[in-house]
């Protein structure tokens, strides 16, 4: 297979000017993930260790294999909310004896773990990650429930937290929880959902209602242990499968469940590096966003061997498509050389997918595109019916998609480079990357136009200044919500990742989205429910 | 001419002897006991002969079957080694008896050496020097004494006595001790010398009245009366001296009528005169350091005595250089010189240029009874080898000895060689200011030899690294890949000095990002938690060179070290340059569910109490049966979770319970 040459001279000041852009972007997410692991802060996460307790990622890190990765969602989930960084939950994609499970766990330090919409969309991504890749689901339970002032807009979605987990053991994807504390009302019926259950003694805490509440709805006097313990529900309700004495044995029966689930492990085997240094990767992309780069820089940095089969390389060359691998895994690449979509550009990537679709490879999507074409030549020329056609293409797809976000994701672009909306099983974006429906200069450009032919249609003059003023305003504020964080911060990926992880996060994402290939079991094979739990 | 020689022992002697039979044309014969069928001795004998059972009595000290097996294995000779049957005058009048060449003293020679106070009294009359020594404890007048068994070795009921009171109890341990060890009781009380050095003189002597002399050996670092340094020649000894000894041990030689290689030892106190201890009618263990630095082979030359032939030398032959041979045993010098028993997954020894045989130019010599995989049990002596270095001087040959133990790999068991090593490091050892006492009179070198915080550190750290090598070789995802890294990995070791967690991270590139080890309490080892895993400041910057499941390379401080791992079962073995340490990985997760339903016991079901076996106060143990209940038509039987005393009895016979009434309450131990 042809090998990428480079073109990078890393000491021309364009490379350096990229490379000190993107370690500030860098040092934005390192701060921003320093906010998501503080979780509620030094205050609590001290009162929390002092009750005995380990800290999510600690239980994270103890349930997973050692040395095995561990790839966090969602990490920034509410950045630039007036929640905490993270949402009060982590989620990720790990491995557990040998078997890649996604794991979800409450960071009870954030206001005891409460639910806000937050939360709420993060857990349900990481459930709907589980579901389309077929991965068991492992929720470390410890959480107050809905957060009450935000219950309005989360109590009726909420229930779908439920639904989801009975959904995935009716499709015969298995479902633990480990309770560590509080899983009351609502949220007792996580536990109650899941195929498997491990309460831990003196310390979970599972009922509907609380003490006070069962004395105010029949006068009923009783406590906590009564109404929800750990022994009580592993030898009176049933609710616990198992009885675990402490965390970390908590833990380990939740890793001997999963030892027993007579599932295999999907973690990449041995494959040849790219020729070029990972390092590059900060010094590629344009400081500038409006100065497209060569994604083949991108590429020959990512793929197995630097190797790479350019489909098409004479014709539509604002989009580079072609083969390679990434882990050994094969993966059909679609990538945005020139930033726009032209007519020809479309068709040669609603051919290249057909392609792909039909010898079943995997599709990476590398966005850097300000947009279809715009202008009257080009809508004559039937761009509309082109970029249609692209999109008809991505949204019917069915083979695996991974998008990442390496530049500017804008306008329709997004959905012709298959967008969130487009859903890609994994989302993930750089640092330095932007999307939104276009350009803050274009978008107050219009707005100001728009203004102005509404002044003029009314005769009315009008006001240069406050036509400046409006621009810098709305120009600092689509800057500002087209931004990485800001986007991550709404859960609009999956997260921001240092590009020099590119291949690893590609590679394990497309571990994950195999493993779903080799498994697959047919619906008829499968009873029509979740295991009952009895 | 022997053709087939059949030796009467096992082990490193049993190889040794082999080694010369193979390099002169003799055929072998190997007898072995149950332990032993995979020993290296058995295998590498031409011929073997089980001996059933284990026990020495039953086995290798069982003159009878010895030599009847000899006849079933066509064998002409029989060669004893040391130990067992070696100085049993019984077995070598048997085996003369049956028609068979023994390769040793007469049988009238080994009986007469064999009793320690005939022989002191036979010698005393040729006007060798000895110490006033009384049968009667009572006629004892001069203390210190030791008491010391007449017949035997080894040093085995040997006791110091240094006053009047203690020594009616100590002859009558020893008596004890002696009886049951050499079937003989006798024992007696010989003046004990303060600060003496243990010399004995080689010699060979054959049919026809030569005797020579090989020079003397010095044995004077000796554990519990047992060698474990020998060394020739002695820095103690001048040539008038030596003179002066080879003419002594000549006369011994004389006295008995000897024939073949004999050991006459001395004890030389510290104001010059020495003194005879006692004859031993074998080869020695330590006869390597005389082969080398006289160029013969002792075993070549007890085969040719026993063939008839003279000895081929006119006269002592002269001394080349300086010998050192250092005996490891399978034991633990810090816990009383415990014997350590079990599989020995690794021996190796650097630098080993010869085994068996006389050494060729100065170098190391490995005579050993073990390879790989060897089992060390219980039922004999547990030494595993002797390493012999040859050099010019006795400063060069105790270094390249001290520098091969230490770097040698032994796995599996607890040996001296920590011990051995800085014995021949010591200062003193190394001016040749040494005697009988010098381990009680240098604790210092019971230290263990991988010494220093950082040098446990870091082979705590490249055992955890060839771990999470290993666990990570399948894939060619960075090893413990996090996009937002939160904690360290961690693995627990019970070390030498304790628990010890390696925490260590390393970043996308494989490099370690951050690393500490510290000491932690078992109950806490390898969870997450309160004490964190930065690295604390006075932990040498390290960075890995490579990292694979059996060595890992360390850039320390711009040195770079190689560590060598070898894991059995949860077990590293860690080898560097440092020294050696053996790292017992703690379990991830200890078992906690077991243990915590000790104590109070609740009916497994509704029924009948039929039967109850206990009552309360009793002790009872894991799985005693404590009480029967029947339920439909079934008797079900309740049994002790754990050993504990019963503290409550809440039922009789015929007591009603529910599924969950409290039968009994156990108080664990």
Redesign the interface.
Known sequence: MPVLETDLDLRSSSAMDNRSAMLRRLDELTEALEQARAGGGDKYVTRHHARGKLLARERIELLLDRDAPFLELSPLAAWGTDHSVGAGVVTGIGVVEGVTCMVIANDPTVRGGAVNPYSLKKTQRAGEIARTNRLPMINLVESGGADLPAQAEIFIPGGGVFRDLTRLSAAGIPTIAVVFGNATAGGAYVPGMSDYTIFVRDRAKVFLAGPPLVKMATGEDTDDESLGGAQMHATRSGLADFLAEDERDGIRLARACVARLNRGSALPGMSPPPKYDPEDLLAIPSADLRVPFDPREILARVLDGSEFDEFKPAYGTALCTGWGRIHGYPIGVLANARGILFSQEAQKAAQFIQLANSSRTPLLFLQNTTGYMVGADYEQAGIIKHGALMINAVANSTVPHLTVNIGASYGAGNYGMCGRAYDPRFLFTWPNAKSAVMGPAQLAGVLSIVARQAAEAKGRPYDEEQDAQMRAMVEHKIDKESAALFLSGRLYDDGVIDPRDTRTVLGFCLAVVQADTAVVQSDSERAGYGVFRM | MIKRLLVANRGEIARRIFATCRAIGVETVAVYSNADADSPHVAEADFAVNLPGNAASATYLRGDLIVAAALRAGADAVHPGYGFLSENADFAQAVVDARLTWVGPPPKAIALMGSKLEAKALLAEAGVNMLPSHTDPDEVDVFPVLVKASAGGGGRGMRVVRDRESLAEAVASARREAASAFGDGTVFCERYVEGARHIEVQVLADGFGNVVTLGERECSIQRRHQKIVEETPSPAVTPTLREELCAAAVIAAQAVGYVGAGTVEFLLSPSGEFYFLEMNTRLQVEHPVTECVVGVDLVRLQLLVAEGDALPFDGPPPLRGHAIEARLYAEDPASAWAPSTGTLHRFAIPGVSHAFGPLPVPGLRLDSGVGDGSVVGVHYDPMLAKLIAWGPSRAEAARLLSTALAHARIHGLKTNRDLLVRVLRHPSFLAGTIDTGFLDTHPEVFAPLLAGVDATRLSCLAAALA??AQ??A???????????P??P?R?AFEGPTGCLEVSYRLD?SGALAEWSVRPVDRDEAG????AGGASPHDHPPAAIVSAAPDRVVLDVSGIRLSYAIHRVDGVSYVDSSEGSVTLTELP??????AE?SAGSLVAPLPGAVTRVLVVPGQRVSAGDLLLTLEAMKLEHAVHAPAGGIVADLRVGPGSQVET?TLLAVLNPD
């Not at chain 2, 969870?527 to 309160?530: M, N």
């Open positions: 771990g999470s666990r990570s399948a894939s060619s995802l960075p090893s413990g890949w996090r996009n937002v939160s904690a990995q693995v996308r969870l997450p938690g309160a991830r997760f200890p078992a906690r569910s915590a969950g």
